[in-house]
């Protein structure tokens, strides 16, 4: 029987469907999201979105990119249907409370490590796939679907996002073959170039200064920076459009991870993201705070002051193996 089965079992005998995701949506769960969205549309299904933030900038060119809902919907569906977010929890608080309390059929599509814990009623997770969005071209080519050019870009955002254009250690033959199969539906270049190429005017200008205040030790193999409310009101930017500085700082050749700092409510609750190069398992440096995520990139929530934080991430990097 195909992993797919069970999840086609259901969806054949559900009519109204929500799909939801993690909190603060990355691009895999955008594009995995609108993806689903898509082709559960065209198979003439009722279907609405529930996002708990803003969706990323550069995925404002995605079809579907503007029927997401920040409001919980007050329907109940005979289904619902969660990408990327293993843990129901990280749907955010009320999603889940509404979620927990359906007696509607609950199914899965994601990649992260996690240990089954009976809430769904079927799921196909694979913690080797590069993105959730691989696991939603499979599901399409299982029943022969035929992805339109919308959907190609939806899987193709997905995979870009946790691979980092296909330039990550995550990035694998199937994601190589999904994007190849893809590429002249989408066209790439134009792709690449909106996925890319579009950083708004004040991003450099910030920029400068989170490099100017980054801090590095163990020789520049361990680097810590924070971005604070104040610097992104200063510069007129969003959240999502500062998150490529992790990655542009990954790119300085001596790093071999990375603590950055986000400020959530001013001076107490704070995002840590870890990102790492090769065999740095992010995941157990996450879990001691109650966070979790993939080996090379994972994060948590921290309440305090940022310097406590400092603290308490810097301890933990003196003990890895470098």
Same mark, same amino acid.
């Given at each position: 029987?195909?992993?797919?089965? /069970?999840?086609?079992?259901?969806?054949?005998?559900?009519?109204?469907?929500?799909?939801?995701?993690?909190?603060?949506?990355?691009?895999?769960?955008?594009?995995?999201?609108? %993806?689903?969205?898509?082709?559960?549309?065209?198979?003439?299904?009722? $279907?609405?979105?529930?996002?708990?933030?803003?969706?990323?900038?550069?995925?404002?060119?995605?079809?579907?990119?503007?029927?997401?809902?920040?409001?919980?919907?007050?329907?109940?569906?005979?289904?619902?249907?969660?990408?990327?977010? !293993?843990?129901?929890?990280? =749907?955010?608080?009320? &999603?889940?409370?509404?979620?927990?309390?359906?007696?509607? +059929?609950?199914?899965?599509?994601?990649?992260?490590?996690?240990?089954?814990?009976?809430?769904?009623? %079927?799921?196909?997770?694979?913690?080797?796939?590069?993105?959730? !969005?691989?696991?939603?071209?499979?599901?399409?080519?299982?029943?022969?679907?035929?992805?339109?050019?919308?959907?190609?870009?939806?899987?193709?955002?997905?995979?870009?996002?946790?691979?980092?254009?296909?330039?990550?250690?995550?990035?694998?033959?199937? !994601?190589?073959?999904?994007?190849?199969?893809?590429?002249?539906?989408?066209?790439?270049?134009?792709?690449?170039? /909106?996925?890319? #190429?579009?950083?708004?005017?004040?991003?450099? %200008?910030?920029?400068?200064? $989170?490099?100017?205040?980054?801090? /590095?030790?163990?020789?520049?193999?361990?680097? &810590?920076?924070?971005?604070?409310?104040?610097?992104?009101?200063?510069?007129?930017?969003?959240?999502?459009?500062?998150?490529?500085?992790?990655? #542009?700082?990954?790119?300085?050749? =001596?790093?071999? @991870? @990375?603590?950055?700092?986000?400020?959530?409510?001013?001076?107490?609750?704070? /995002?840590?993201?870890? +990102?790492? +190069?090769?065999? @740095?398992?992010?995941?157990?440096?996450?879990?001691?705070?109650?966070?979790?995520?993939?080996?090379?990139?994972?994060?948590?929530?921290?309440?305090?002051?940022?310097?406590?934080?400092?603290?308490?991430?810097?301890?933990? !990097? #003196?003990?890895?193996?470098?």
């Amino acid at each position: 029987m195909s992993c797919f089965a /069970k999840i086609n079992e259901i969806l054949a005998s559900s009519k109204k469907i929500i799909i939801a995701g993690h909190v603060n949506p990355d691009p895999d769960c955008m594009g995995s999201s609108l %993806a689903v969205y898509s082709i559960l549309k065209s198979m003439g299904k009722e $279907v609405s979105i529930f996002r708990s933030d803003k969706y990323p900038y550069n995925g404002a060119f995605l079809e579907y990119a503007g029927v997401a809902t920040e409001t919980v919907p007050d329907f109940e569906p005979d289904l619902y249907f969660i990408l990327d977010s !293993a843990t129901p929890e990280r =749907t955010t608080e009320p &999603f889940f409370t509404k979620m927990a309390a359906s007696k509607s +059929r609950k199914i899965l599509f994601d990649h992260h490590r996690h240990k089954d814990n009976g809430f769904y009623d %079927a799921e196909v997770t694979d913690e080797g796939a590069s993105a959730t !969005a691989a696991i939603v071209y499979r599901w399409a080519k299982s029943f022969g679907h035929e992805l339109s050019k919308g959907e190609a870009e939806d899987i193709c955002f997905g995979i870009f996002g946790d691979t980092g254009g296909l330039r990550y250690a995550s990035t694998d033959k199937e !994601a190589l073959s999904i994007v190849a199969d893809l590429a002249e539906k989408i066209n790439y270049g134009d792709f690449c170039s /909106k996925f890319f #190429e579009n950083l708004p005017k004040n991003w450099f %200008a910030m920029f400068a200064e $989170v490099l100017n205040s980054m801090e /590095k030790y163990k020789d520049g193999k361990v680097v &810590f920076f924070a971005t604070t409310l104040e610097q992104l009101k200063r510069f007129n930017l969003a959240i999502d459009e500062i998150d490529p500085y992790v990655e #542009e700082i990954r790119r300085i050749g =001596t790093v071999r @991870i @990375i603590f950055r700092i986000r400020e959530v409510e001013e001076g107490k609750v704070w /995002k840590f993201s870890v +990102r790492s +190069r090769g065999d @740095i398992d992010c995941i157990p440096i996450a879990q001691k705070f109650g966070g979790g995520g993939h080996k090379n990139a994972a994060g948590f929530t921290f309440y305090g002051t940022l310097d406590e934080g400092r603290k308490a991430v810097l301890e933990i !990097a #003196e003990t890895l193996d470098l």
